[in-house]
């Protein structure tokens, strides 16, 4: 026996119209449709429309759920049918809601859930504010929300204990998170790991090495988070604890995961571990994204192990569209490491790379590996040639220079940078 699938589901109905033009068949056409596909229910509305066969309210409540992300659809298709005399059903309200929510208009959000009499409100209405109010990370008005939802005669769910959460924790409410996730009466791996997120985003580890502890069912995603907040503690030794209980456990690790513990590793300036971690996520066949190359880029850049650098630079820029980010992180391990000629060469690279350019950041690593093995004319020549940048990093690294070997150069060089601020601050010559 076959299935028939839903992307085909909505085509046979829309077929169907022809020979049976009812408000039932066009209905049941939009309610096939999937999320996003609004266009072809508007479609099917204009042709109700063409047919003279009218709409009921749960043809545009179908028709709402195909608009998840198109608030104005959504308030054209509630005004649309209020024209035509029809009271807008609970399941047309919160659809609407949970629209506005997604694209983060909460202020429309609240307007239309004041619309909505109290007695015809359920848990989804609220938990669709809530929604919106968590996307525009509004936490004290979700909190608030939350203290209200009994007044109506709702009981909250889970779903609202763990968006009130997700509030929290972008806005960095880690204590709130954690009293809430307290008071939660079935807290699921979803509440704690919007707790453990809440923690992560404030460097709250220790709070959430405990919370992971009391965790029963942990998942990658909760790994994850907790990873996360180590990392953003410097706590590199906690995260790669962490990431080998997750390896050990079963569990399908995953590239947040590595790269949080990367990332650890090279606020640590642990290169080696870093390197390592980055050679195992390749072993298991994931692609690598560029933010994790300039992790363990910068690991190596901060050793100077200049060669580890170039090696990850070819590689990403095989695999990824490198930006001129990646190439100053290898430049500055190369002026580490003394090997002037490479950052020359690097330099040269870049500026013969489509769609990238040298910046200031670029220079002044250029700058620094020339002076530091001696080379002052090079580094000199670099500064004259510099002269007429006027961004604050280049001026740096070119005073450094200056005033080492040439305090002449390094005096002209004060002088501009001077004329340059009076230019800027009162629109002088």
């Known amino acids: 026996m076959s299935v028939e699938r839903p992307a085909s589901l909505w085509s046979t109905r829309l077929a169907n119209l022809e020979a049976d033009s009812s408000v039932v068949t066009y209905t049941g056409a939009i309610a096939a449709l999937r999320p996003k596909q609004w266009r072809i229910a508007n479609l099917i509305l204009a042709k109700m429309g063409l047919s003279r066969v009218e709409a009921n309210i749960v043809t545009y409540s179908s028709c709402a759920k195909s608009t998840p992300t198109s608030w104005p659809r959504a308030r054209h298709l509630l005004s649309q049918s209020r024209q035509v005399q029809l009271q807008p059903d609970l399941i047309f309200w919160n659809s609407s809601l949970s629209c506005h929510a997604r694209v983060a208009q909460w202020l429309l959000a609240v307007n239309l859930f004041s619309g909505l009499a109290s007695e015809q409100r359920d848990v989804c209405s609220y938990n669709a504010l809530l929604s919106s109010y968590e996307v525009a990370q509004e936490w004290q008005r979700a909190s608030d929300l939350l203290s209200e939802v009994g007044c109506d005669r709702v009981q909250a769910d889970v779903i609202s204990f763990n968006t009130t959460m997700s509030a929290y924790g972008k806005s960095m409410c880690w204590e709130e998170a954690l009293q809430l996730l307290s008071a939660s009466d079935a807290p699921n791996v979803i509440s704690y790991s919007s707790a453990l997120t809440a923690c992560e985003r404030s460097a709250g580890w220790q709070q959430a090495l405990a919370l992971l502890s009391d965790t029963r069912d942990r998942d990658t995603i909760v790994y994850s988070a907790a990873i996360s907040a180590c990392e953003k503690a410097d706590q590199w030794q906690s995260a790669l604890r962490l990431l080998f209980e997750l390896e050990k456990s079963g569990k399908k690790s ?133 002269c007429d940048r006027s961004d604050a990093v280049t001026y740096e690294a070119s005073l450094r220079v200056a005033a080492h070997h040439d305090p002449h150069q390094a005096v002209a060089l004060l002088a501009k940078l001077k004329a340059d601020f009076v230019r800027r601050t009162f629109g002088k010559p």
């Open 254 to 386: 995953d590239l947040i995961a590595y790269s949080a513990a990367i990332s650890a590793c090279e606020k640590g300036r642990q290169w080696r571990q870093a390197l390592q971690l980055f050679r195992q996520l390749r072993s298991k066949g994931w692609r690598v994204d560029l933010i994790t190359y300039h992790a363990v880029l910068s690991a190596c850049e901060n050793a100077g192990k200049w060669q580890e650098a170039l090696d990850l630079l070819r590689a990403a820029n095989h695999e990824l569209q490198i930006s001129t980010m990646t190439y100053n992180v290898a430049i500055s391990a190369c002026e580490k490491a003394c090997q002037w000629h490479v950052a020359l060469a690097l330099f040269a690279d870049l500026s013969r790379t489509p769609l990238l350019a040298p910046d200031e950041f670029t220079f002044s690593a250029l700058l620094m590996a020339c002076a530091a093995v001696g080379k002052a004319r090079l580094a000199l020549a670099l500064v004259a040639e510099l």
